[in-house]
């Protein structure tokens, strides 16, 4: 079974800089999914970015990236030019590439992260 | 924000009543999803539709009953709850239910308080 690991329950970065988030994960898998999600303070989770695992090429979104390692099974988002908007839970989520039971997205546990003014 | 709907947003409820938990969403998709996020612990994901047939339960207790009338439409019937199904309920709805192929997307949530 799939498995995602947030290893950092809470982080803090002051507003501009650049800060990096944690996902780990295990499947057995060799073609999939992963995504980070944003969830606000009492507000909607939104997804930030997806990657395929079949792609080299890490994926970006604005201030956004994300640094894939497959055979590390690791993927880690950067945050850079820090907003107070920014400031959320981030969810890493892992996806399989089939339909069912087995393509169920799988969360982790999450990151708080605090932007700091 | 308004592409999942979620009623209500908040809900204080007695451990012998009944209330209904209400999902909508207007991005045309074919799957719809109930999850429970409780602190400190991954999304749980509760039942899943595709095509308004139920595709997954989750071993979710029977006192959470799940409806789907249409593809737009989620329901989560609620009845004798315990405290421990305090928790935000989230809604989501992919184009189809193919795995990571389909994005989620997801309601604002319901944040469930049992007395």
């Known amino acids: 079974a799939q498995t995602v690991t947030q290893s950092q329950p809470e982080m803090s970065v002051q507003e501009a800089e650049t800060v990096t988030l944690s996902c780990t994960y295990d499947t057995s898998e060799n073609n999939y999914y992963l995504f980070w999600y944003k969830q606000p303070p009492s507000r909607q989770m939104i997804l930030v970015i997806r990657q395929e695992a079949y792609k080299q090429q890490n994926a970006t979104e604005n201030r956004f990236s994300v640094n894939f390692q497959k055979a590390a099974k690791s993927f880690s988002l950067k945050i850079s030019d820090s907003q107070l908007g920014d400031t959320a839970m981030y969810f890493c989520a892992f996806g399989g590439a089939y339909g069912g039971s087995q393509g169920n997205l799988i969360f982790g546990k999450g990151t708080k992260l605090s932007v700091k003014p | ?115």
Do not use: I
Request: hydrophobic share 30%.
């Open chain 2, 1 to 115: 924000e308004t592409g999942v709907t979620q009623t209500p947003r908040h809900l204080v409820m007695g451990m012998t009543n009944k209330k209904s938990l209400k999902c909508e969403q207007h991005l045309g998709h074919n799957a719809m999803y109930w999850y429970k996020q409780s602190a400190k612990k991954p999304l749980e994901l509760m039942f899943v539709y595709n095509f308004k047939e139920q595709t997954e339960n989750n071993s979710v207790p029977s006192r959470f009953s799940p409806e789907c009338p249409n593809s737009s439409h989620l329901f989560l019937h609620l009845h004798t709850l315990q405290p421990e199904d305090s928790a935000l309920y989230l809604c989501a709805s992919s184009q189809d239910q193919r795995g990571g192929l389909d994005t989620q997307y997801f309601g604002p949530g319901t944040r469930l308080t049992v007395l």
